[in-house]
């Protein structure tokens, strides 16, 4: 057998490992604990089907403003408020 080839798994190889390992975990965990509000699944959210029809009751003059510190990213409210059941908008 060719030993220069051979595969010994080495301390570099278990700290890969460690942190793949580790990640898979968190990933199962954060499913798990989602902890940002799911949009209401009633007739107004079902209804408003652009990021502008959100803003209008959830912008800082809004009836139901979101926290100040509210992330500034945020075209998708879906990826982070998981989308009514009966949304009417087009299927993402
Ligand atoms: C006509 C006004 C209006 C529009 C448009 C609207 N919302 Fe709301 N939203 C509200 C009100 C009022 C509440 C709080 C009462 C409730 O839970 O229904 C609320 C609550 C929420 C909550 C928090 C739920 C909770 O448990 O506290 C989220 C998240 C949300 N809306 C996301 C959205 C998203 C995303 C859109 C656009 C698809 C949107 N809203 C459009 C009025 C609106
Ligand atoms: C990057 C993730 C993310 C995106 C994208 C996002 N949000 Fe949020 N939002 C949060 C987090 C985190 C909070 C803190 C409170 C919570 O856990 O719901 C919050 C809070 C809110 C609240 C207040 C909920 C309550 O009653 O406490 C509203 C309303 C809201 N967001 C609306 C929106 C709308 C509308 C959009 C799209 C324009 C949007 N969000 C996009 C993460 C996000």
Redesign the pocket.
Same mark, same amino acid.
């Given at each position: 057998m060719d030993s220069q080839n051979k595969w010994k798994p080495g301390k570099k190889d278990a700290v890969f490992l460690a942190v793949i390992i580790a990640v898979i975990v968190l990933l199962a965990l954060g499913t798990g604990k989602r902890?940002?509000?799911s949009?209401p699944n009633d007739q107004i959210h079902a209804h408003a089907v652009t /990021?502008q029809a #959100?803003?209008e #009751? *959830?912008g800082v003059n809004g009836i &139901? $403003? /979101? $926290?100040l510190e509210? *992330?500034v990213?945020?075209? &998708? #409210?879906? &990826? #982070?408020?998981t989308q009514p059941k009966d949304w009417q908008g087009k299927k993402q």
């Open positions: 902890t940002t509000k949009t /990021r #959100c803003m #009751c *959830h &139901q $403003p /979101r $926290p509210h *992330h990213k945020d075209d &998708q #409210c879906f &990826q #982070c408020h």
